[in-house]
């Protein structure tokens, strides 16, 4: 994802059609469900790396999960 956002810059103006088989793709798909919203969210992942990664955690559910372990631990 932040390589994503290092080497496109601003030069690149990819649409979702043209990443939709690769893992930034997979990724945009997973945070974006709906078709209108993907290549706002392919911005994101240029511009906003940090937000993107931050939201496929909230869908999977990995921040739950951590505070479930975290919590545990105590």
């Known amino acids: 994802m932040f390589e994503y956002a290092r080497v496109s810059g601003n030069s690149i103006s990819a649409s979702y059609d043209d990443v ?8 945009v798909q997973l945070v974006a469900p709906g078709v209108e919203t993907r290549d706002r ?13 931050a939201r496929a955690e909230d869908v999977i559910g990995l921040r ?11």
Not at 20 to 27: E, L, P, R, T, Y
Not at 41 to 53: A, G, Q, S
Not at 64 to 74: G, H, Y
């Open 20 to 27: 939709k088989d690769s893992i930034i793709g997979k990724v």
């Open 41 to 53: 969210m392919l911005r994101d992942c240029r511009d906003r790396p940090t937000y993107v990664v």
């Open 64 to 74: 739950e999960r951590v505070n479930k372990m975290l919590r545990a631990t105590t």
